[in-house]
Nanobody, 121 residues
Framework: QVQLVESGGGLVQVGGSLRLSCTGS????????MAWYRQAPGNQREFVAA???????NHADSVKGRFDISRDNTKNTVYLQMNHLQPEDTAVYYC???????????????WGQGTQVTVSS
């Protein structure tokens, strides 16, 4: 059973920092691209950052220079380091794994449960 377990969310003041973690199980983490998305009330779920199996990263313009995605394949964990947080960063943050369950199979997306990040102004 594929599982993505997140931690690290919470309440933080403007300008503060948080580090989110997402640990995966039930799939081959080291060959699965990972990503972070977020969704604020009334908004669509939006892309935040992604990381390839080799460690190449991509960050949304809205968080570039403030957030950093990383992964530790020995721990089956992807991280999102968030610095200089602003009220606009308030959202539920979700990690996503893109998983191929067998050779030649389809690539399917699996989502974590989400973790709330609230930035007080």
């Amino acid at each position: 059973q594929v599982q993505l377990v997140e931690s690290g969310g919470g309440l933080v003041q403007v300008g503060g920092s948080l580090r989110l973690s997402c640990t995966g199980s039930g799939f081959l983490f080291n060959v699965s691209p990972m990503a972070w998305y977020r969704q604020a009330p009334g908004n669509q779920r939006e892309f935040v950052a992604a990381i390839t199996t080799g460690g190449a990263t991509n960050h949304a313009d809205s968080v570039k220079g403030r957030f950093d995605i990383s992964r530790d394949n020995t721990k089956n964990t992807v991280y999102l380091q968030m610095n200089h947080l602003q009220p606009e960063d308030t959202a539920v943050y979700y990690c996503k794994a893109s998983i191929r369950m067998r050779l030649g199979g389809r690539l399917n997306d699996y989502w974590g449960q989400g973790t709330q990040v609230t930035v007080s102004s």
